[in-house]
């Protein structure tokens, strides 16, 4: 499916001009005369871009830009601006619009902004998402078992008997269990990162989380 722009300027000709040229770039463009037509039309149906006019009657360019920000996170805007509103587009960026253009617009240029900014929010969509499963793996196959590992351990310590012994050793074997998992884990993780990585030289020697399990298994014995 073609990327979606959503093209707002209360000036048909250009609305309609700049709908013509989008879409014999390969683009799927909808158009709006003004800032409340605007959000009506992402309510129904979401851009991924949207060329927003600073200048419109009804409401401006800044309060529409404010209100897609706030209700349509996702959707990226790039003001048009005259001259005379050059310091204003500025302002508009410190609000949250990713570019600006001075009209008259250059439609080149303007294609090469759009899918510019399209790609930038395609890597950094795969960044997020890395991100979020890196953030899961560290929560559920890390940070969780080191936690059970430490309160295994400290149960075990906590028992001295005779008849405890065979509690506290199976509380030892399964914090052993648990830590070669993680090492597991671990060694993936390094080993990814290096291949990901190569071309940065990145040099790491070995995580030993081994050493780890090795002074478990001493205190099984010792048990």
């Keep these: ?9 209360d000036e048909e ?29 992402l309510k129904s149906q979401p851009a991924d871009i949207t060329l927003l006019d600073i200048n419109m009657p009804r409401m401006s360019g800044i309060e529409a830009l404010t209100l897609i920000r ?9 003001m048009l601006t005259g001259f005379a509103d050059f310091s204003t587009a500025i ?8 570019d600006y253009l001075v009209k ?15 790609r930038s929010r395609s890597s950094e969509k795969a ?4 991100q979020e499963q890196y953030s899961s793996l560290f929560l559920h196959d890390l940070l969780e078992p080191l936690k059970a590992i430490q309160g295994q351990l400290g149960r075990a310590a906590k028992l001295h008997s005779a008849s405890q ?3 506290r050793q199976k509380l030892i074997e399964e914090a052993i269990e648990k830590n070669s998992k993680m090492a597991s884990t671990i060694q993936a993780l390094i080993d990814f990162s290096l291949r990901e990585f190569e ?12 050493e780890i399990t090795k002074r478990l298994q001493a205190l099984r014995t010792a048990t």
């Design 91 to 98: 302002e508009c960026l410190k609000m949250g619009a990713r």
């Design 104 to 118: 008259p617009v250059d439609t080149t240029e303007l294609v090469t902004r759009l899918k510019s900014l399209l």
């Design 1 to 9: 499916m073609n990327d979606k722009i959503l093209v707002v300027d």
């Design 165 to 167: 012994s065979k509690e």
């Design 13 to 41: 000709s250009l609305r309609m001009s700049l709908k013509f040229k989008l879409a014999s770039a390969g683009f799927e463009v909808d158009v709006a005369g003004d800032g409340e037509e605007a959000l009506e039309k």
């Design 70 to 78: 706030q209700e349509y996170p996702h959707t990226e805007v790039i």
């Design 127 to 130: 960044l997020y998402e890395v």
């Design 199 to 210: 071309k940065g030289k990145i040099e790491s020697g070995q995580i030993n989380a081994e």
